[in-house]
């Protein structure tokens, strides 16, 4: 009997121990993956601005005809807007292939906000395109994905006071900047839940589920936030 | 004898966990330096390459080893990039602002963090300067001796980048 007693005893410890590893690795592999989500999001918002950026071009240095509605480029701490020169060679409906290297007006704002326009070859500006590139709807609704905010931009020029063509002096906001940085914060949040099971087999009753009869004879299990 | 048995079966088995963790730790530490070192070298290399740099303060960054802040000390004045928040861009504070050391939040500190600049030897031309950044996810500052350095040197991975002469070659 004492065998048995003990044998039990370091079974239900064995078991015990099992089932709260399981529980922390589960946390710890919801933890990772919680954070790659949010860096999945942040990597989307800052490449796409490394994309555009990547391509701009200093906008005071274009005829003032070609602007966007006149729009300068802009750097400020809440707001980017920018010219980019991109393009490839298009198929005409014709099926000959139309040169199609364009300028692009692009802004971005700190809350992801990303709008694109395109200089089409008639002269004019494109529809304005646009989306959030750092939390689509469908991820930041959702209860138990990271919150990522993105905070600021951070711009520096070069030292030096900068003329446009006609000899006027570039306020610091309007000029092409030497590098810009982006500050952004991850945070971690979701929902825990439990998992529970419950029995009460012959036939201490529960009941009370479909048409009853002591529910025959119930085993429930449940999760609950 | 079963009981003792499973003992040694289970200790041993909880013994991977820490192995396992750690490398877990490592991978972190790994993707935390290479991060950190995109980042500081997109800005220093955005610095020397600047119009305005001259061949003078050029020449002399052959062979500089040390922080960001004698890195800063290594340039005029002139040539520091100015903010649009205001004032001159401090390369000892921007480049570890809001990196940590670690998992405890621990702030990560100049000494964190070691840049090498040289001309390379086997280029032609001296307009092309090589930097590395080299840093720890660890509280193990850069070392004071020499020896303790090269030892510092070879647990952390180097990161280099290039950067081109673009300024005023006769100044």
């Known amino acids: 009997m004492i065998e048995v007693m003990v044998a039990a005893t370091i079974l239900v410890v064995i078991v015990m121990m099992l089932g709260m590893l399981f529980q922390q690795t589960s946390v710890a592999w919801r933890t990772g993956l919680m954070r790659s989500d949010g860096y999945m999001q942040l990597r989307a918002f800052i490449g796409a601005i490394q994309r555009d950026a990547g391509a701009m071009i200093d906008a005071s240095r274009i005829p003032q005809s070609l602007l966007c ?10 707001e ?3 010219y980019t020169m991109t393009g490839t060679l298009r198929t005409t409906s014709s099926g000959s292939l139309q040169d199609f290297r364009a300028l692009n007006f ?4 700190i809350n992801g906000r990303r709008t694109q326009r395109r200089l089409e070859p008639d002269g004019t500006w494109s529809e304005e395109e646009s989306s959030n590139v750092l939390a689509p709807p469908n991820i930041s609704a959702r209860l138990d994905k ?7 931009f951070n711009i520096a020029y070069q030292q030096g006071t900068e003329y446009d063509d006609a000899g006027n002096v570039i306020s610091d906001l309007n000029r092409y900047p030497l590098f810009l940085t982006v500050e952004t914060e991850v945070t971690q949040h979701g929902r825990l839940y439990d998992v529970g099971a419950e029995c009460s087999g012959p036939d201490r009753r529960f009941g009370t589920g479909p048409s009853d009869a002591a529910s025959k004879d119930d085993i429930r299990t449940w999760v609950q936030q | 004898m079963a ?3 499973m003992a040694v079966g289970i200790l041993s088995m909880v013994a991977l966990f820490p192995l396992g963790l750690r490398e877990g ?14 980042h500081a070298l997109n800005q220093i290399v955005a610095v020397l390459s600047q119009t305005n740099m001259t061949w003078s303060v050029w020449k002399k960054l052959d062979g500089f080893e040390g922080d960001a802040t004698k890195l800063q000390g290594k340039l005029s004045s002139g040539i520091m990039p100015r903010r649009l928040s205001g004032g001159a861009v401090d390369l000892g504070k921007t480049l570890p602002e809001n990196w940590t050391i670690g998992a405890d939040g621990t702030t990560l500190k100049n000494q964190h963090f070691h840049i090498a600049c040289f001309i390379p030897d086997d280029t032609p031309s001296g307009r092309i300067l090589g930097v590395t950044v080299r840093s ?4 193990d500052p850069y070392p004071t001796t020499e020896r303790e350095r090269r030892a510092w040197e070879t647990r952390y991975p180097p990161y280099y980048a290039e950067v081109l ?6 100044q």
Request: aromatic content about 12%; proline content about 4%.
């Open chain 1, 106 to 109: 692009i802004t971005y704002n």
């Open chain 1, 80 to 82: 980017i807007k920018f």
């Open chain 2, 25 to 38: 730790v490592q991978a972190r530490s790994d993707l935390k330096q290479a991060m950190f070192a995109d």
């Open chain 1, 69 to 78: 509605n006149n729009q300068k480029q802009k750097f400020s701490s809440g």
């Open chain 2, 165 to 170: 002469f673009n300024g005023d070659p006769t």
């Open chain 1, 146 to 152: 990271p919150q990522v905010r993105a905070t600021h």
């Open chain 2, 3 to 5: 009981v003792f048995v």
């Open chain 2, 136 to 139: 720890t996810d660890t509280d």
